[in-house]
């Protein structure tokens, strides 16, 4: 797709997608490409917000009615699942249109200019041709659904299903535009014949690979994938296309498979609590509520050594408990934080690489999307995950605090002096009500008193009235782009999600999980062999796919194998998650450690130098967590 860098800003949308895109590749054409089709976009975003705000009110009238009234509405439920599917494909349509679906671009900007052209033409020809050959099983699918009755709504199924064809039909059309008018003829054609030849060799290898599962596996599932991730193709749609070439030419399963299964992906209800926590963490930023937790930290704490680092990993802890999303965090905190650091000697490099290692170390810090994601596709008790994440992280926190203590042992403390009680006093006063935030969310989701659904409404309504009332309100324009901003994040997310659930599918019917399943129950060293596989797989996973996609990717053919081992399901799930996300930090791949450099201001080369130390503690901490599953257990 083409790629065009935002500006860094501190809304979580904007901040994704600068994830989504971690060195600037966009040309001229890509620019104007995008201009030309934004007015047609312009009543998909409306529908989009209008679809967002909609899941808001039904899921808050929804928790109104059932615990004030004791009245639940039936159909809230269904209502909620059909809007929730729409959005998810209205948004990818917009994350399609805006370049935010998640891709690696770091290998595309290592190819020479004049050769550019060719790998982004690659990339598009390859998502066009998926895009085509899930039009016709979309079709069918939307058609066997009609005979499916909703049981509250009694409507056709058909109805919710359509988003999908929907969905697929105008990503379609955008790749197609985009392809035309920004790439030369002969680059569109040398990568129609490439793909050409790709696809012919596949075929005549066809009886060869059904034979033999796992060479197609390793053919399509690996290599297809990688080649396509390589070339900067969406993750989304480099799932996609491995499972449509094994489908096609390793399996006599019909294509409608991969419709199937993206709706069974994608249609969790747990999922809905996604885009609303992401318009939270909008919320956060745009009212300055985090800015708030911040300013409070400091006047606490700033005055003593390393009081900087302190206030900036307290806070990344404490914001994280409201946005759920890493990059936000880093965006509302580095602001407000790095001029006084530098003030005091820090180098940008040393400040950035404790900002990159403090947001991974806060990803489990509820409401964390990746654990409600995680939660979802492998089944384990999302409101387990939240009691277990905030200890986890504790341990991974004390790791960072000791090491930058370390670090700021010669820090400048010259004319620096604490602050008076009374500014204390006035800080936390203002910063009280959206310091209760992650409070409110944390015990009512692990106290069983509402769903993750229903406590991101109660969230969202929370900050924006006291937004409103003490943090300067948000203006109807800026609320409108966030809830845009919010479908289109939700779409990128979600697609990964759909596609993923698709591929770890084929894998599951090709037998490989089986064979995977006893070579590892059989390895010497039982379960803490399997540990420091899975902390090792992560870690390279979490700096090649980002976050979501290995979580969604692994997650369902990893977890039956510990559990056959006696792993506690809370304990396996923090030790992925923390690999995965030291992972996302890890030079020179990791997606994560480029955007905390561009956010910090500072040269990935001098980063990349400094951030080993606090990638070494943060790997100290996750082999302490993996080695003591009392830690992620003793809240429960």
Known sequence: MPSVTAETSNTAASALHELSENIDTSSPEEVAARGALARWMLPLEAVSALLVVAIVLLLLGGVVSRYLFNLPIVWVDEVTSIAFVWVAMIGAIIAMHRNEHLQLNVFVNLVPERFRYYVRAFALVSAMLLLLSLLKPAYTYVVDEWAIITPALEMPNAFRVAAMLFGIVMMLVIVTAYAIRTLPLKAIGAATLAVSVIVFLAWKASPVLQQSQGLAILVFLVGFVGVCLIAGVPIAFCFGIGTLSFLTFASNAPLMVIISRMDEGMSSIVLISVPIFVLLGCVLDATGMGKAIVDFLSSLIGHVKAGMSYVLLGSLFIVSGISGSKVSDMATVAPALFPEMKRRGNKPSEMTALLATGAAMADTVPPSIVLIVLGSVAGVSIAGLFQSGIVVAMVLLTALLLLARWNARHEDMSGTRRAPIKLIGKLLLISAPALALPFLIRSAVTGGIATASEVSTIAVLYALLIGHMLYGGISTRKLYDMLVETASLSGAVLLILGTAAGMAWSITQSGFVQQLSEFLTSMPGGSWAFLAVTIVV????????????????????????????????????????????????????????????????????????AIWPYLAALVAGVVVIASVPWISTVAL
Request: hydrophobic residues 55%; contains cysteine.
């Open 538 to 609: 992560f870690l390279i996973l979490g700096c090649l796919l980002e976050g979501l996609p290995a979580v969604l990717l692994l997650a369902p053919i990893m977890f039956p194998i510990a559990k056959k081992l006696g792993i506690n399901d809370i304990h396996y799930s923090m030790v992925l998650v923390c690999a995965m996300n030291v992972g996302l930090m890890m030079p020179p791949i990791g997606v994560g450690f480029y955007i905390a450099c561009r956010i910090g201001g500072a040269s990935p080369d001098q980063v990349a130098r």
